[in-house]
Nanobody
Framework: EVQFVESGGGSVQAGGSLRLSCAASGFTFDDYAIGWFRQAPGKEPEGISC????????YYPDSVKGRFTISSDNAKNTVYLQMNSLKVEDTAVYYCAGTPRPGDSCLLSYGMDYWGKGTLVTVSS
């Protein structure tokens, strides 16, 4: 059984930093993509970073580029999301997700097959 478990969410003031972790179990594929998504109340899910196994490429939308960094520790089966210079608009539930069938863009939520339950990030002014 594939499981993704997120941790590291919490409350922080604008300008601060948080590091999210995603512990994966049962996700043993040679070719995969793992990404971080977020959903704020009343908004559509947004892909904010992802990493592919093919060449370790990482992807970010403009909304977080330069502020967020995705990384992975294969020995620990864990993917991280370092979030710096947080803004109030970054407030959302953050999800980790993965797929063994990476498509053209791993930032698209419908391309992911497995999802964690999410961790809440609240950024206050």
């Amino acid at each position: 059984e594939v499981q993704f478990v997120e941790s590291g969410g919490g409350s922080v003031q604008a300008g601060g930093s948080l590091r999210l972790s995603c512990a994966a179990s049962g996700f043993t594929f040679d070719d995969y993509a793992i990404g971080w998504f977020r959903q704020a109340p009343g908004k559509e899910p947004e892909g904010i970073s992802c990493i592919t196994s093919r060449d370790g490429s990482t992807y970010y939308p403009d909304s977080v580029k330069g502020r967020f960094t995705i990384s992975s520790d294969n020995a620990k089966n864990t993917v991280y999301l370092q979030m710096n210079s947080l803004k109030v608009e970054d407030t959302a539930v953050y999800y980790c997700a993965g797929t063994p069938r990476p498509g053209d863009s791993c930032l698209l939520s419908y391309g992911m097959d497995y999802w964690g339950k999410g961790t809440l990030v609240t950024v206050s002014s």
